[in-house]
């Protein structure tokens, strides 16, 4: 965007995808990364005045073109209360509309954040979507980029809106003819791991549940996020009835989907305690249950090594509950 420096409208300068850290040069040339949901990161110069992109590099183009990516695009769903909820939907490639796919739902984290046009490396649905899986990412209530009250929204509720968007963005896709309604998975991370949680012990049409880096018992992570628990919920001894509604592990009793539980022993904001409580609760209900637990990773999965094995070990998992490729 330009912001004149006085008066005037902001005005957009670039249009679809992503661009970011920006530099600007003494002689105001603009050096610009530019990414997409099919595109890692490219260095460009960025023309401040149109927006016109202009490539610096060529770093991937070899092992792009040995690839053969899916389509994708951003749709609108009428999620709580009938609001409309941008979500980005992703096809498999070759996809086929005339034939039905499994759907993976994801889950973001934040919650205050969002899922743009962007190559997420350690989520990336286009690599989701090449194992057979239409794909989708829904911008729920508590997103950024759609205005201050849709992000003030969910707090201190962060249930009730995030899990109404979820359920009615697999109710809108299991609608679709290219989705078979029997072949339905769900994964999120951090906040996602944490509705993921609440998920686990709601009404949900989902056959299993990756559930990364989740925060699922309230108590315990008073201690160890004090930015966000006292802020936004206060000390337990103060909000009983709050801490007990917003709690996943308050719903236990009603587990009983598959789960696929991750965590890292150097996750300081979630400590990793809670990964593995919640796995404790699985596998003492008797719920299928499988923990990956990483001791030297954090919050995320950053190793190359771990990453491949973070992959082919969500691979398998959704795989065993919905069956990849069209039918």
Do not use: C
Not at 30 to 51: K, M, T
Not at 148 to 164: C, G, K, L, M
Not at 226 to 239: I, K, L, S
């Amino acid at each position: 965007f330009f912001f004149p420096a006085g008066s005037g409208e902001p005005r957009a300068i670039t249009g679809a995808t992503d661009f970011g850290g920006l530099s600007i040069s003494d002689d105001g040339t603009l050096v610009a990364q530019n990414q997409s949901a099919v595109n890692p990161v490219r260095i460009g110069l960025l023309n401040p005045r149109n927006g016109a992109f202009t490539r610096l590099e060529n770093f991937n183009d070899d092992v792009l073109d040995q690839v053969d990516v899916g389509t994708y695009e951003s749709v609108t769903y009428p999620g709580y209360n009938d609001v409309d909820i941008q979500m980005w939907v992703h096809y498999p490639p070759g996809f086929d509309p005339g034939k039905q796919y499994p759907l993976m739902l994801l889950i973001h984290g934040g919650p205050h954040g969002a899922i743009s046009d962007n190559f997420h490396y350690r989520w990336n649905a286009q690599t989701f979507a090449s194992w057979g899986y239409v794909t989708a990412w829904p911008n729920f209530h508590g997103s950024s980029g759609f205005g201050q009250d849709f992000v003030d929204s969910i707090n201190p509720d962060w249930i009730t809106r995030p899990y109404a968007d979820v359920i009615a963005a697999a109710d809108y896709l299991a609608s679709q003819d290219y989705i078979d309604p029997e072949r339905m998975v769900a994964a999120g991370g951090s906040y996602g791991g944490y509705l993921s949680s609440i998920i686990l012990g709601k009404e949900h049409p989902f056959n299993a549940l990756v559930i990364h880096a989740a925060v699922y018992d309230f108590y315990a992570q008073m201690s160890g996020d004090f930015a966000v628990n006292m802020q936004r919920f206060g000390p337990y001894w103060e909000n009983p009835g709050l801490y007990q509604e917003q709690s996943p592990h308050y719903y236990a009793a009603n587990f009983d989907t598959p789960s696929l539980v991750i965590h890292g022993q150097n996750d300081l904001r979630v400590p990793v305690g809670q990964g593995f409580e919640l796995y404790r609760t699985l596998q003492t209900l008797g719920v299928e249950s499988r923990l990956v637990y990483y001791p030297d990773e954090n919050h995320w999965v950053l190793q190359r090594a771990n990453s491949l094995n973070w992959y082919g070990e969500v691979k398998n998992w959704v795989e065993r509950f919905a069956s990849p490729g069209p039918q």
